[in-house]
């Protein structure tokens, strides 16, 4: 983990027998959103996945004319 206090957020960083290493998930403490897989969090949205994003459900909070779900039987 290394925090940045200059953007204010907090990195899991993971490495590969390399001293570079690669940021895996960030979270910007003023706005408390997580970015997966980038360091930098979308600031309009509490969780960012840069790649693909699994889950056995999603409950959208408010749906609209905007929003578009997608559904996979596997």
Do not use: C
Request: no cysteine; hydrophobic share 30%; net charge negative.
């Amino acid at each position: 983990m290394q925090y940045d206090g200059v953007v204010n957020r907090l990195y899991v960083i993971g490495h590969e027998n390399n001293n570079t290493g690669r940021i895996d998930m960030s979270f910007a403490r003023n706005t408390g959103n997580v970015s997966i897989g980038s360091s930098t969090p979308d600031a309009t949205h509490k969780v960012d996945v840069v790649g693909s994003l699994r889950a056995s459900s999603i409950y959208p909070n408010n749906l609209n004319a905007n929003t578009v779900i997608l559904s996979d039987s596997n």
